[in-house]
Structure formats: C-alpha cells, structure tokens
C-alpha cells in the first residue's frame, strides 16, 4: 500500500538545511544552492558595505573560479584516478566529519548535508548543487510512488491464457483447502500479506502463503518460494515437507494447477517478485528500526531516518584531517580598482571585479577589509593552504531483501530499469515510469543525484602579502585584535563553530617593501567528540539516480 507520506518525511513539513520551514519537495525542485544564494542566507558578522554594488554575474564568476580551483587543488592530492570523478560543489556550509558516535546513528549537522539532492548548477557550468536537508529521500520517495509493474504484450497475452487455461484447477485447489481447513477470512489474507503483500485472493493465500511459505518451512523473514521452483520440483511433497498430513489432498490440486499453468509460470513468478518489490519498497518509505532506518544524533532523535553510512570511520577521517602532508593550495591576485572594489584573478585566469576581499571581524564590534585599510597598498598576492585532504565516501542503504525482510531503501537497479523501458515507451516487462516522471524530477547523468564523496580539509592558512603596503600605518588598524573570523569575499565565512579563533600574525617583509599577513585557523579537534566542529568542502563525487543498474 502505498503511503501517504515520503520516505522519513514526519507529519510537519521537514525543516531545510537552513533551519527554515520549507517545503524539502519543493527545495528539492527549485533550490540550486549558490553561493549567491548562500550569501544571502548567511548572516554575517557587522557587515560593512561593499565599495561597489555587487553584480550578480561577477559574484557567480567569482564564485566559480574559487570553487573550480577547490576541485582542481583536490585532483592533484587525491590522484587522476580518484580525482576524475569529482566535481566542484557550490557551497553549502560546513561538512560535520565526526558523522556518528559509533552507535549506529549519524549526526543530524552531516545528516542535513548528505541527505541533499544533487543537481547540475544552474550558473556554474560543470559544478553541482546541494538541496535541502532531506531532499534526496522526498524526491526517491516521488519516484516510488510514481513506479508501475508491467507485462509487455505478449507476456501479458501468454499468461492470461495460462490463468484461463488452469483456472478449473485454481478453484479445486481452493475447495479442497476449505473443505479440509474452512473458509478463508480477511484476517488470514491480512497475515499472509506480511509475508507477500501480493496475496490478496484465496489461491494466493494458499499457493503463496501456506504451501509457498508455511509448508515449506521457511524461516521468519524470507519470501515464499516460486511457483517455478514448485512447479520444477520432481517432488512437491518433499519440497513442502511442513504440510501436516491433511493437506495430501490440497498438495495434488497444486501439482494439476502447475501443470496446466505450463511455461507461464515463470511469468507469474516475475508478476509476483516485480509486485513484490514495489510494495516492500513503498513499505520501507516510512524508516524504522525494523527496515533499516537510522536515529539522529547532536541532537539526539525518537524518529527514524532513511540510512546513510561510510565505511570511513571518524576516527581515520580525523587521522587524515590531522595529516599535514596532504596539502591543497589556492592562490589569487587582486588589484584595487579605479571604480573601487577589486580585479580579481585566479591562476592567471580572467579578472573579475568585487568590492571585499577578505573581512575579518572581532565579534559585533570591529570589522574590515584587510585590503581597505590605510597602508595596505593596492596589490595583493593571497595563497590558502588547506592541510589534511582527505576523501570521505558516503552512501544511501541500498534496498534489500535479506533473512530479517526488507531492508534499506534506495533501489538504483529498479530506477534504471524502469528510466529505460520509460525512455522506450514502457514496451518491455517489468518497472517503468508508465505515466511519466514526476513533475521536475530528471533521472540519468545529470539529472538528480547523491554525494558519494566529499572531499574535505582542516580550515585554510592565509597567507596576504601586501606588496606596495606600508606596514607601520596599517598595524595600527589590527595591533588591539590577536584572534578574528574570517569571511573570504566578505561572504564565505571560515572557521565553523571556531569562527573568531583564527590567529593573526603581521609583519614587515625582508626587503623593506611591503608587508604580509597570515591569518592561521584552530586546529582539528585532537579527538573525535566535536560533532559540531565543522570543515570545508573542496569537491564531491556524485552518483546520479537511474545511471547505473547497480
């Protein structure tokens, strides 16, 4: 039965990633997170007004040409091979690595990244957005509800033939059960579709039910077995070795029933998985610590949640966050520009204009732009070394049927079959999307889609060398303050829940010209009890539904 509900959605409407109380479907649709968009949503500390209006297609150059230096800086650490399958990831916060305390639940801050739906950026060719807490699982949710079970023509045609034809032996074999056991009642057929949600008739209720599933002996858990396997038996009595003795009778009208179904049984075993599957994944759309489903942590949770896992404990992810040996760089230059605000260009790139170049603030009291400040010159070179690259996979719990039921539930198997024979008008036996796909969902490369990875660091050292700057005028701005935030661009805030920790180091360069200013960040956690201790993206890899047939 399908529900009225998608997959862990609770009564109210899911909350975004935000903390907003938007509609997760809806986000899911319409939301491709951009830093444009990000900034907009953040709440900055004191901002000060930029120098010049800000444009929105220099912003979304701006931001595509640190997020592409993200992605090409994480390629050269990772290697070509990992590194081919990433992408850059417009941003969408901080990545929590501390994702469980080893109990089998995930922390609700990495929970709400992971749990987005990844689609193609809508202003940054070749990055991707990351949707709403929750996104991806509502949008899955969609498609279930959306997935038909079909028989092309001819199998349709063969089968209903075989059904007429044996349809004399359907209904002794349900005489003789209820002349030997009596009538069958609503309550029965209600139990038995806890085993085969397919059971809905009297003779499926004793083919599937008592002799597939009871007789058999099967244990709690496990699917009837096949009318084919019966069928193919040399001895249906052996094979249903629990039938009690009166059931002789009814085990012969099941043997005259599969005989006359004849090679059409296989299609009824395909009708019976296909239908199956479908009711025990809209079953497992409602989480539970039944079928898999996950509790929250920071903070803790009463209510399910549909799975993800790594196989990347948090304690090795700490280890390769603490690595110092694997380093990504990221340099850019920047001018003062005539009209106010800044050129800026990235590795030799185009230049782009903006009005901040790195903000940094004590608290609500004290704010500006490094490069704003009397003394600071009008040429400036900016390295950010981020430590500690390191590749975390994640991944949804894939749907299956194991000895304790149906477990998990994403299925990308039945997503591509029924993509497929969708795309080729729904001709072929078994899943597709025969009314269509749901409104602004797009399945295949490009379409909707999962973080299989992230690609993380410990937060950047920068490093500002203030070469035409007179240094003795522009201390004088920053001597009372020794820790600060940062906030690069004036709209990318760094740092985390250690936002104000970072340490400031000015002084005059050895040639007596300029000067240079390093802005280092707290270190990672020494143990891995800081579920709220975030850390930047630099790319992700994606998975994209209905792409591959595993």
């Given at each position: 039965m399908l529900k009225d509900r998608c997959v862990g959605e609770p009564a109210h409407v899911m909350a975004g990633a935000t903390g907003q109380g938007e509609d997760t479907m809806k986000a899911s649709q319409t939301r491709s997170t951009t830093l444009m968009q990000t900034a907009n949503r953040l709440a900055p500390r004191a901002p000060a007004p930029l120098r010049i209006a800000a444009d929105?297609?220099?912003?979304?150059?701006?931001?595509?040409?640190?997020?592409?230096?993200?992605?090409?800086?994480?390629?050269?650490?990772?290697?070509?091979?990992?590194?081919?399958?990433?992408?850059?990831?417009?941003?969408n916060g901080d990545f929590n690595w501390d994702w469980t305390t080893g109990n089998g639940d995930i922390n609700k801050l990495t929970y709400d990244y992971i749990s987005g739906a990844v689609s193609p950026s809508t202003d940054?060719?070749?990055?991707?957005?990351?949707?709403?807490?929750?996104?991806?699982?509502?949008?899955?949710?969609?498609?279930?509800?959306?997935?038909?079970?079909?028989?092309?023509?001819?199998?349709?045609?063969?089968?209903?033939?075989?059904?007429?034809?044996?349809?004399?032996?359907?209904?002794?074999?349900?005489?003789?059960?209820t002349g030997i056991y009596g009538p069958i009642t609503p309550a029965q057929i209600q139990a038995?579709?806890?085993?085969?949600?397919?059971?809905?008739?009297?003779?499926?209720?004793?083919?599937?039910?008592?002799?597939?599933?009871?007789?058999?002996?099967?244990?709690?858990?496990?699917?009837?077995?096949?009318?084919?396997?019966?069928?193919?038996?040399?001895?249906?009595?052996?094979l249903l070795q629990y039938a009690p003795p009166s059931a002789e009778p009814v085990i012969l009208e099941i043997s005259a029933y599969l005989n006359a179904l004849g090679p059409s049984a296989s299609l009824e075993d395909e009708q019976n998985f296909g239908g199956n599957l479908l009711a025990n994944l809209n079953d497992n759309l409602t989480p539970s610590a039944t079928n898999g489903g996950i509790l929250q942590s920071n903070p803790p949770s009463t209510q399910y949640f549909p799975a993800f896992s790594s196989n990347m404990q948090p304690g090795d992810i700490l280890a390769g966050l603490q690595n110092s040996s694997q380093?990504?760089?990221?340099?850019?230059?920047?001018?003062?520009?005539?009209?106010?605000?800044?050129?800026?260009?990235?590795?030799?790139?185009?230049?782009?204009?903006?009005?901040?170049?790195?903000?940094?603030?004590?608290?609500?009291?004290?704010?500006?732009?490094v490069a704003a400040q009397q003394g600071s010159?009008?040429?400036?070179?900016?390295?950010?070394?981020?430590?500690?690259?390191?590749?975390?996979?994640?991944?949804?719990?894939?749907?299956?049927?194991?000895s304790d039921g149906p477990m998990g539930?994403?299925?990308?198997?039945?997503?591509?079959?029924a993509l497929n024979n969708y795309n080729n008008g729904s001709k072929d036996t078994g899943f597709t999307f025969q009314s269509g796909l749901p409104s602004g969902i797009k399945l295949g490369p490009g379409g909707v889609g999962y973080l299989s990875a992230v690609v993380v660091s410990a937060y950047p050292t920068i490093t500002v060398n203030f070469a035409e700057g007179d240094y003795s005028a522009w201390s004088q701005w920053l001597a009372a303050h020794a820790s600060v935030s940062v906030d690069l661009f004036g709209f990318i805030p760094l740092g985390g829940v250690n936002a104000g920790a970072y340490s400031v180091q000015a002084k005059q360069n050895s040639s007596g010209s300029g000067f240079s200013l390093t802005l280092t960040p707290p270190a990672v956690a020494t143990s891995t009890s800081a579920p709220n201790q975030g850390v930047p993206v630099l790319a992700g890899q994606v998975a994209w539904l209905g792409s591959s047939e595993a």
């Open positions: 929105p297609t220099d912003k979304a150059q701006l931001v595509a040409a640190y997020i592409q230096a993200l992605k090409a800086q994480a390629v050269s650490v990772i290697g070509a091979a990992k590194g081919a399958t990433l992408v850059p990831i417009e941003y940054i060719p070749g990055a991707c957005a990351v949707g709403g807490t929750g996104s991806l699982p509502n949008l899955y949710c969609e498609l279930v509800k959306a997935l038909n079970w079909q028989f092309n023509q001819a199998d349709n045609t063969a089968l209903q033939a075989a059904l007429t034809k044996s349809s004399v032996q359907a209904q002794a074999i349900v005489s003789t059960y038995a579709q806890k085993v085969s949600a397919l059971v809905q008739e009297p003779i499926d209720y004793i083919l599937t039910y008592q002799a597939g599933y009871l007789w058999a002996g099967l244990p709690s858990g496990s699917a009837p077995i096949s009318v084919l396997k019966m069928q193919g038996t040399p001895n249906l009595r052996q380093v990504a760089t990221v340099s850019f230059t920047a001018s003062s520009a005539e009209q106010g605000g800044y050129n800026i260009s990235f590795s030799g790139g185009s230049s782009m204009s903006w009005g901040s170049l790195l903000e940094i603030s004590v608290g609500m009291n004290f704010q500006g732009d010159g009008s040429t400036f070179d900016i390295t950010m070394t981020f430590p500690g690259v390191t590749m975390i996979p994640f991944a949804p719990a894939s749907y299956q049927n194991n539930w994403l299925d990308e198997t039945v997503l591509y079959q």
